[in-house]
């Protein structure tokens, strides 16, 4: 039994070290652990569960950062529209997907 004790220390700082010290863990919904799993099985369990919800933890505030990330074209496409229509006699529709950089979107002009 002293194996199945280390294996599961093991496990529980594997996946952050944020096991609960006592036996009553906390029950997720849809989690279950089969009634005749090991300490070890039980363990190996909550790591790679505590793993997946880190994981999503960690996609879910990159997406945020890369969301934040990335400069706000909405007000600034009728300006450019609106200075493309000025200087270049024509008017044209910004697409929603047209690159944010200045110089960029003015180099691809003659095609919006």
Request: no cysteine; net charge negative.
């Amino acid at each position: 039994m002293a194996a199945d004790a280390s294996e599961s220390d093991e496990a529980a700082s594997e996946s952050g070290g944020t096991a609960p010290a006592d036996d009553d863990a906390v029950a997720l919904d849809g989690l279950s652990i089969p009634d005749d799993a090991d300490d070890a099985e039980a363990a190996a369990i909550a790591a790679a569960v505590a793993a997946h919800v880190r994981d999503g933890e960690r996609a879910a505030a990159a997406a945020a950062a890369a969301a934040d990330d990335e400069p706000d074209w909405e007000g600034e496409r009728w300006a450019f529209a609106g200075r493309v229509d000025r200087l270049q006699n024509r008017s044209v529709r910004v697409p929603v997907g047209a690159p944010t950089d200045p110089w960029t979107a003015a180099g691809r002009a003659d095609r919006f």
